[in-house]
């Protein structure tokens, strides 16, 4: 029979990788399995992850990512976890779309998927930064810009206050109309000069150049940048099906070592942090992979 996998990790964006590149520096026998679409490629080029002082696009990140992990031996397999469960021996199972993986440990570095306005080239507008993901990554980006928020009118009018120290022009779109709004929001965002639309969008006309939301009451809001707030999927069933626990909004909750409440179940990246940062996903996946290898080497010494 052969013998289980050291660890399985699902996962190749960021988080992943980083663990991958650990736990085989290690010298732990792992797997990598990734369904594709990391949020990280969708990053036309990052100005806050350290050492990078002119920026890099998240697809060139992961692709040095995945060199590192080449370079000591690991590969990726291109697939989709359907299904993640505990054997009699203690060992996890994990079904696949490619077959069946057996491990001592799992490290879930599944993410988050954004939920986006549907734009048939919204792909072309993300790259040329008219469409942007995070305001905490790239807020500095948008400095002086005419800036509209869409989304839901509480979430929308939240992002849009945190933006406001990066420009002044700042419009928030409400998806059904602005009636969610409380007069203590309204009075921040009148304290703050930010205009709120009482008509809800009903959509968005985009070229590679221009931007304009379209409104119920027929006006039409030009702006240079868009940031949705439209929320997001937390990927989290697999943890919450094995009976891990999940915040009220999704998220893994996990302890400093990154483990679940789950033995042997471990997690890292956007999956359970809110602040969806490359930084601290790579030092999730550092924590995770260490304590991964001290429990396998202590167990192994039980054994003995």
Do not use: W
């Not at 221009?210 to 702006?223: H, I, K, P, Q, T």
């Not at 999730?284 to 010494?301: F, K, M, P, S, V």
Request: with cysteine.
């Amino acid at each position: 029979m052969t013998a289980p996998l050291d660890c399985l990790v699902v996962g190749a964006g960021p988080a992943g990788l980083t663990a991958a590149v650990y736990l085989l520096r290690y010298r732990l026998n792992i797997a990598v399995i990734d369904r594709g679409g990391s949020r990280a490629t969708l990053i036309p080029r990052s100005h806050n992850y350290p050492g990078f002082p002119d920026g890099i696009r998240g697809d060139e990140l992961l692709a040095r990512l995945k060199t590192q992990v080449d370079r000591y031996g690991g590969e990726i397999t291109r697939g989709e976890v359907l299904g993640l469960g505990r054997r009699d021996d203690g060992d996890f199972e994990a079904r696949t779309d490619c077959g069946t993986f057996i491990a001592r440990k799992v490290l879930l570095a599944t993410g988050i998927q954004d939920e986006q306005p549907a734009l048939p080239n919204l792909a072309q507008l993300i790259s040329k930064g008219h469409v942007r993901l995070c305001p905490v990554c790239d807020g500095y980006e948008v400095i002086g810009k005419e800036v509209s928020v869409l989304g839901p009118a509480r979430k929308a009018a939240e992002k849009a206050l945190f933006l406001r120290s990066f420009t002044s022009k700042l419009t928030v779109l409400p998806l059904q109309g602005s009636s969610d709004l409380t007069e203590e929001d309204r009075d921040k965002l009148a304290a703050a000069d930010i205009d709120v639309m009482d008509a809800p969008v009903i959509d968005i006309r985009a070229d590679p150049n221009d931007m304009f939301a379209v409104l119920a009451n027929g006006r039409e809001v030009s702006m240079d940048v868009l940031y949705p707030a439209m929320g997001c999927e937390v990927r989290s069933q697999l943890a919450s099906d094995l009976g891990a626990e999940c915040n009220e909004l999704g998220y893994i909750k996990t302890d400093d070592h990154q483990r679940t409440r789950i033995k042997g179940l471990y997690a890292a990246g956007d999956v359970v942090n809110e602040l969806n940062q490359i930084c601290v996903a790579t030092a999730h996946a550092a924590i995770a992979a260490t304590d991964i290898y001290n429990q396998l080497r202590t167990e192994e010494q039980r054994a003995i």
